[in-house]
C-alpha cells in the first residue's frame, strides 16, 4: 500500500458517531491492522467526532469534515469542525478537564485520542473551528510483505 | 437498542450491547436514573461484557450513576471481561472507585453480602 485518500462530510448528529467509526475502519482494513489497532482507532475517532458535535456546534448542526490518508503504513485522521472553537487548548486536552460537567463528560476524550494513537495535534480558533490530527503506524502491514 | 435492564433484588442490571458512545449515553441515562428512583433501588449493576467498543462517554456515563447510587448509600459495579473495554476502565482511574467482576454472579453476591 502506498497512498491512500478520502474525505467525508456529515451533519453533527450523535448517530453519526457510529457511522465515522465505520467508515475510517472500513478505509483503515487495506492496511491489515490487527483487532487491537483497529479498536484504537475506532475510538479515538469517535472522541474526535464527539468532541466536534458537543463542543464545536454545542448539539447544534454543523457540518464535520472527516479526512482519512493512508501513506505507506501509517494512516492519519483528520477531523474538522467549523464551531466555536477552543480558547485554550492546553487546558483542554488535560486529563479530566472538561468545559460541560453538567452533561456528565469525563474529560477523558483527547488523553483516550493520545493514548491510542501516536500522534496527536489540535489546531483550534475561536469561532473559526477546530482540527483535530492524528497518526498511527499500522505494524502489521509491515509484517505481512 | 444498545441496551437492556433488569431488576435482581434492589440491583438494576444494565446490559449494554454493540458500541457504548455518546449517542447510546444519552438515549440511557435518564431511563436508568427514573428506573433506579421509581423501583427504589440500592445499587446498580453495568455489564459492559457484551460491547465491542466503549469511548469516554461511557467513563462519563458511569461516573455520573457512581454519584447517583453514592447519594442514596448504594454501590456501583462493573461487570468487564473485554480488554479493549478494560484498557479504557483501566485509563479513566475507575478503578479507584469502582470493583470491576468479570461475571455477574460475583458481582451479585458481592452486593448481597
Known amino acids: ?145 | 437498542m444498545g441496551y437492556t435492564t433488569e431488576i435482581k433484588r434492589r440491583n438494576l442490571i444494565v446490559h449494554f450491547y454493540g458500541e457504548l458512545d455518546h449517542h447510546i449515553t444519552e438515549k440511557s441515562r435518564l431511563f436508568i436514573d427514573q428506573k433506579y428512583k421509581d423501583n427504589d433501588l440500592k445499587n446498580i449493576i453495568i455489564d459492559l461484557t457484551q460491547l465491542t467498543l466503549m469511548d469516554s462517554s461511557g467513563i462519563g456515563l458511569v461516573m455520573g450513576r457512581y454519584k447517583l447510587v453514592n447519594s442514596n448509600n448504594g454501590e456501583i459495579v462493573l461487570i468487564s471481561s473485554n480488554v479493549y473495554i478494560d484498557r479504557i476502565i483501566k485509563m479513566s482511574g475507575l478503578l479507584k472507585i469502582i470493583e470491576v467482576y468479570t461475571k455477574l454472579e460475583d458481582a451479585l453476591s458481592k452486593l448481597e453480602r
Open chain 1, 1 to 145: 500500500m502506498d497512498k491512500n485518500y478520502m474525505k467525508l462530510e456529515f451533519l453533527s448528529r450523535s448517530n453519526n458517531e457510529s457511522f465515522a467509526r465505520v467508515v475510517v475502519a472500513a478505509f483503515a482494513s487495506q492496511l491489515d491492522p490487527t483487532l487491537v489497532e483497529l479498536s484504537d482507532i475506532k475510538t479515538a475517532v469517535s472522541e474526535a467526532v464527539t468532541n466536534a458535535i458537543i463542543h464545536g456546534y454545542e448539539l447544534g448542526d454543523g457540518i464535520i469534515i472527516l479526512e482519512v490518508t493512508i501513506d505507506n503504513s501509517i494512516i492519519e485522521i483528520q477531523v474538522l469542525d467549523k464551531g466555536k472553537g477552543i480558547t485554550d487548548v492546553e487546558q483542554a486536552m488535560e486529563p479530566f478537564y472538561t468545559s460541560k460537567p453538567n452533561l456528565e463528560r469525563s474529560g477523558m476524550g483527547f488523553t483516550v485520542m493520545e493514548t491510542f494513537m501516536d500522534e496527536l495535534i489540535v489546531e483550534s480558533t475561536k469561532d473559526i473551528g477546530t482540527k483535530v490530527i492524528m497518526r498511527k503506524k499500522i505494524n502489521s502491514s509491515i509484517d505481512k510483505e
